[in-house]
């Protein structure tokens, strides 16, 4: 089991910076892919971006690219999601994931964490 606690999320205007973390515990952080997803009002979990294992790889979703950049620190467990020129629709709940690099489906959760971009 890994457990997962992501933190950072608050109220910004448009334009501003914000960093989320996401720490982990239990196995050994360093096995695991790890995922951040998105969930705005009314529509449906989206992925934003991954980090492999030894940080050597990320993949970001379009709507993100070159403006969020996904990071990770194995000593100290964490993967950060560092999010520039902000925008109204990244108003959403932001979630972090783990999984083996050869599963298909991310396997642990955090509980969220809210950012909000006011215009």
């Known amino acids: 089991q890994v457990q997962l606690v992501e933190s950072g999320g608050g109220l910004v205007q448009a334009g501003a910076s914000l960093r989320l973390s996401c720490t982990a515990s239990g196995r050994p952080f360093s096995n695991y892919d790890m995922g951040w997803f998105r969930q705005a009002p009314g529509k449906e979990r989206e992925f934003v971006g991954s980090v492999s294992p030894t940080g050597g790889s990320t993949r970001y979703a379009d709507s993100v690219r070159g403006r969020f950049t996904i990071s990770r620190d194995n000593a100290k467990n964490t993967v950060y999601l560092q999010m520039y020129s902000l925008k109204p629709e990244d108003t959403a709940i932001y979630y972090c994931?783990?999984?083996?690099?050869?599963?298909?489906?991310?396997?642990?959760w955090g509980q969220g964490t809210q950012v909000t971009v006011s215009s």
């Open positions: 994931a783990a999984k083996f690099t050869w599963q298909s489906n991310y396997n642990y």
